[in-house]
């Protein structure tokens, strides 16, 4: 079956450190595979997308994540965040389903909470 | 650029009653979602549109119409909301029905009392 898991559901950080966002998903093919983030309040923004190439895909606001084929993954990460990044972060999956069409796949989201 | 405005953006209901959401994009795109968040569960899709006057079932169809009359929009109807429920429903468009980015309106929170 295909789906997104991510593991982590609730992230605090402090203002200026690394942050890696965990995603793994399960599906037979090639997967496409995308990041979104919500602000409070806001509809989903896409950050990066991953279709082939390059496994590091750079995104918005210094955002970036690697896909590994190997390990099923599609971890995003940032050098250094600020509390302006404190929000929902979705992994999320496209690829053709067959006979039930083509969709995206949506991970339940992490919460990502940046003290400043 | 393009946007997605969906209306109301609050939208409170009684019981048994029937409900409609509205979604205009004008990027011109193809397809149209009605997806609903659930706080927890990630977006689930209740219905999209490759084309005007198309309407193909999602994962959570059953006890929501949806109508795309023009290109530009796509409404949603609740067709008997259930007490206390809450969700954010959000409309989205993309320019293809495989393997593309989605672009997100702000939503409409519902309420059912």
């Known amino acids: 079956a295909q789906s997104v898991t991510q593991p982590d559901a609730r992230v605090t950080v402090s203002e200026g450190v690394s942050l890696q966002l965990r995603c793994k998903y399960s599906y037979s093919g090639t997967p496409y595979l995308f990041w979104y983030v919500q602000y409070p309040r806001q509809g989903l923004q896409l950050l990066l997308k991953y279709y082939s190439g390059d496994p590091v895909v750079q995104g918005v606001n210094g955002f970036e994540a690697e896909f590994s084929k190997s390990n099923s993954s599609f971890h995003l990460r940032k050098a250094s965040v600020h509390w302006s990044d404190s929000a929902v972060y979705f992994c999320?999956?496209?690829?053709?389903?067959?006979?039930?069409?083509?969709?995206?796949?949506f991970g339940i989201g992490t919460l990502l909470s940046v003290k400043p | 650029g393009g946007i997605i405005t969906q209306t109301p953006k609050f939208l409170i209901g009684q019981e048994g009653q029937k409900l409609t959401l509205k979604c205009q994009q004008n990027f011109n795109h193809d397809t149209m979602y009605w997806y609903r968040q659930d706080s927890g569960k990630g977006l689930r899709l209740i219905y999209y549109?490759?084309?005007?006057?198309?309407?193909q079932k999602g994962d959570l169809s059953e006890g929501y119409d949806a109508s795309r009359e023009k290109k530009s929009s796509f409404s949603l109807t609740v067709t008997s909301a259930q007490k206390n429920e809450m969700a954010v429903f959000l409309c989205a468009s993309s320019p293809g029905t495989i393997s593309y980015e989605q672009y997100f309106g702000p939503g409409t929170r519902l309420t059912v009392l």
């Open positions: 549109s490759i084309t005007e006057n198309d309407l």
């Open positions: 999320v999956l496209s690829g053709n389903y067959g006979s039930s069409g083509n969709k995206l796949i």
